[in-house]
């Protein structure tokens, strides 16, 4: 499995379809939880619209996803041979959810992230493949990547829009013939 194997399943698996004509993905199932797109690069140009994707008509508070894999490690896991063995294929996974919000607080606002944190950590504990896109992820890794490690951005208002930030990291796994 290649890289961008694992980086277009995960993204599938938290956004939906590949949508060629945007390079998105859409029709999440966490579209309840307020995601609006996934992606698995930064976009050329932001579209305020892609946040609200697939919510009702005034809906409060829209998410972006950039799935984003800063860093991966390859190791043996089985004594083979020259020519057999396994190795074990570590992605760092970074979910990037950047959250714009049209609430009167931002205190509304910062409920709408640990909405979707924990709307996020649900559909990871449905399917610890990810939708067959990798072995497991979100569990310990020997190597320093424990479980599922959560960072908060300070939420800013401006103009009656709030923007916010919330970081997802986990290891996801793969085994490979080598």
């Not at 944190?117 to 497991?136: C, P």
């Not at 569990?139 to 923007?163: M, S």
């Amino acid at each position: 499995m290649s890289i961008q194997d694992a980086l277009d399943g995960i993204c599938r698996y938290f956004g939906g379809p590949y949508d060629e004509a945007t390079r998105t993905y859409r029709g999440s199932p966490l579209s309840a939880a307020g995601v609006g797109v996934v992606r698995r690069a930064w976009a050329t140009s932001d579209v305020h619209a892609d946040y609200f994707l697939g919510q009702d008509a005034g809906a409060r508070t829209g998410c972006q996803i950039i799935v984003f894999i800063p860093r991966h490690h390859e190791e043996r896991i089985a004594l083979g041979g020259a020519h057999s063995g396994m190795k074990q294929v570590t992605y760092e996974v970074q979910l990037l959810c950047y959250l714009r919000s049209r609430t009167a607080f931002a205190e509304d606002a910062q409920d709408d992230v640990y909405a979707l944190r924990d709307a996020l950590v649900e559909h990871m504990r449905l399917d610890r493949t990810l939708g067959g896109a990798v072995f497991q992820a979100g569990e310990h890794v020997a190597g320093g990547l424990d479980g599922i490690d959560f960072r908060y951005g300070q939420p800013e208002t401006k103009a009656g829009l709030t923007k916010s930030y919330l970081e997802v990291t986990f290891a996801a796994i793969e085994f490979v013939t080598a």
